[in-house]
């Protein structure tokens, strides 16, 4: 079946960096992804959508100049978590489709742990 | 607006028993209802989903789930409930356009021997 990877599972980073998240699908060409952030004992919750090769579309609270999403070819988008504090603590997981229809199936990455010190 | 319930954040059943996990949505049109299941530290894999059809959904592992549109219920169940079914289980309804989903808050099985 479709494969989404994501890079890196863990990272650990000073408060003040930047930490970039990739989210590739392996075998097939992803044109809309999502991003999701994941707090301790909570749901998932959209941060945002993108679409190969134009800006991506945030969700009404999360910040795009903190959150800045890349997604520049049909099986990578990247996740950059600019000058990060330790409230961006948290489980980030991305999801890739085919097509925008929900019909398209959606697949769904192991997800990245975030810790900021 | 969407919206999920799940009403029961810990549930706990033996081994070898039956299990119910309730899911309930808010909205307006046609829903697309999903089930998910997410192991520690992992992400989410896709049990079943319903949109159109039958509304009695077989998934894998043994899963299925009922669509009642009367009482806006997606209720998960399993005959038979096995020690590696222990883990997160994620209800979601999905928006008409862009393949975007809302989560309920998730519902923690524990399974015991």
């Known amino acids: 079946g479709a494969v989404v990877s994501q890079h890196p599972s863990r990272v650990i980073c000073k408060s003040g960096t930047s930490v970039k998240i990739e989210c590739r699908s392996l075998?097939?060409?992803?044109?809309?992804m999502f991003w999701y952030r994941q707090f301790p004992k909570q749901s998932l919750m959209l941060m945002a959508t993108s679409n190969e090769g134009s800006k991506a579309t945030y969700e009404q609270g999360v910040e795009k100049d903190k959150f800045l999403i890349n997604h520049a070819s049909l099986t990578l988008s990247t996740l950059t978590v600019t000058s990060a504090h330790p409230e961006d603590s948290s489980f980030y997981i991305c999801s890739a489709t085919r097509g925008a229809e929900l019909s398209s199936p959606l697949h769904f990455g192991n997800g990245t742990r975030l810790t900021v010190t | 607006a969407q919206s999920v319930t799940q009403p029961d954040i810990h549930i706990t059943v033996s081994e070898g028993a039956s299990l119910e996990l309730r899911c309930n949505y808010s909205?307006?049109?046609?829903?697309?209802l999903f089930w998910y299941v997410q192991s520690p530290g992992q992400g989410l894999q896709l049990l079943l989903k319903?949109?159109?059809?039958?509304?009695l959904v077989q998934g894998i592992k043994g899963f299925e789930a009922e669509f009642k549109r009367s009482q806006s219920s997606f209720n998960l169940r399993k005959p038979s409930v096995h020690w590696s079914d222990a883990a997160e289980y994620f209800c979601?309804?999905?928006?008409?356009?862009?393949?975007?989903?809302?989560f309920g808050a998730g519902t923690i099985l524990r399974v015991k021997s």
């Open positions: 075998d097939f060409q992803a044109t809309t």
């Open positions: 319903y949109f159109s059809g039958d509304t």
């Open positions: 909205y307006g049109a046609t829903p697309y």
């Open positions: 979601a309804v999905g928006v008409e356009y862009g393949n975007k989903l809302v």
